[in-house]
T-cell receptor, first 114, second 111 residues
Framework: NAGVTQTPKFQVLKTGQSMTLQCAQD?????MSWYRQDPGMGLRLIHY???????DQGEVPNGYNVSRSTTEDFPLRLLSAAPSQTSVYFC?????????????FGSGTRLTVV | GENVEQHPSTLSVQEGDSAVIKCTYS??????FPWYKQELGKRPQLIID?????GEKKDQRIAVTLNKTAKHFSLHITETQPEDSAVYFC??????????FGAGTRLTVKP
C-alpha cells in the first residue's frame, strides 16, 4: 500500500516550458486535489476532483490543467511555466473532503522555474 | 469562496507551556474544521478535526474549540514538548466541497 505517490520530487523548468506533475493513489479514494505551498501563504487549492471524469477549479487555477480519467491518477499540467509558479506542490486524496480519516498527502514536488 | 485567516504566524513557547493558535473563517456555511501538522520537510498530517455540531473536542494534549457565532476556531496544545515543533494549518470546508487552508503557524517549543 503506497498511499499517494508524487513524481518527480524535484524539477527545474525554464520559463515557457510545460510539464506534468504525476499523482497516483492506491487507496480507492474518490476525492483528489492539488495544492501549492508558498512561504507565508499556506496551502492554496489549485484544482480538485470528486471522482473520475469530474474536475473543478480551486482558488488559484490559472496556468494549470488537470484531468481525472481513472480513480487512481490525477496529473497536474503546467501549460507554460512562469517564475510565479515556483513552489512546492502537494497532491492529496481522501474518501471525501470531510472524511474522518482526513487527507493523505503525497511527499510533494519542489518546482523551480527559472 | 471560503477565506481562512490564521494567527499567529509564528509562536515560540517553553517546553511544558500551552500553545494556542486561532483561525477565523468567512463562510457561515462551513461545517468542518480540521487541523494539520507539518513537520520540517514532511507532508501535512491530520491531527484533529471538529464539526459544526460540537463546540469542543479533545484528544490527549490537543483540543479544538469552535465558536460558530463568531466564526472562529482554535487549537490548544497543553504541556508542549519539543516534538510538537512544526507548522500547524487550520482549514475549513463546506459540505462536500473543497477545503481551504490558513497560512500556517510555525510553532517552536524550546527545551
Amino acid at each position: 500500500n503506497a498511499g499517494v505517490t508524487q513524481t518527480p520530487k524535484f524539477q527545474v523548468l525554464k520559463t515557457g516550458q510545460s510539464m506534468t506533475l504525476q499523482c497516483a493513489q492506491d487507496m480507492n479514494h474518490e476525492y483528489m486535489s492539488w495544492y501549492r505551498q508558498d512561504p507565508g501563504m499556506g496551502l492554496r487549492l489549485i484544482h480538485y476532483s470528486v471522482g473520475a471524469g469530474i474536475t473543478d477549479q480551486g482558488e488559484v487555477p490559472n496556468g494549470y490543467n488537470v484531468s481525472r480519467s481513472t480513480t487512481e491518477d490525477f496529473p497536474l499540467r503546467l501549460l507554460s511555466a512562469a517564475p510565479s509558479q515556483t513552489s512546492v506542490y502537494f497532491c492529496a486524496s481522501s474518501y471525501g473532503p470531510q472524511s474522518i480519516y482526513g487527507y493523505t498527502f503525497g511527499s510533494g514536488t519542489r518546482l523551480t522555474v527559472v | 469562496g471560503e477565506n481562512v485567516e490564521q494567527h499567529p504566524s509564528t509562536l515560540s513557547v517553553q517546553e511544558g507551556d500551552s500553545a494556542v493558535i486561532k483561525c477565523t473563517y468567512s463562510d457561515s456555511a462551513s461545517n468542518y474544521f480540521p487541523w494539520y501538522k507539518q513537520e520540517l520537510g514532511k507532508r501535512p498530517q491530520l491531527i484533529i478535526d471538529i464539526r459544526s455540531n460540537v463546540g469542543e473536542k479533545k484528544d490527549q494534549r490537543i483540543a479544538v474549540t469552535l465558536n460558530k457565532t463568531a466564526k472562529h476556531f482554535s487549537l490548544h496544545i497543553t504541556e508542549t514538548q519539543p516534538e510538537d515543533s512544526a507548522v500547524y494549518f487550520c482549514a475549513a470546508s463546506i459540505e462536500n466541497n473543497d477545503m481551504r487552508f490558513g497560512a500556517g503557524t510555525r510553532l517552536t517549543v524550546k527545551p
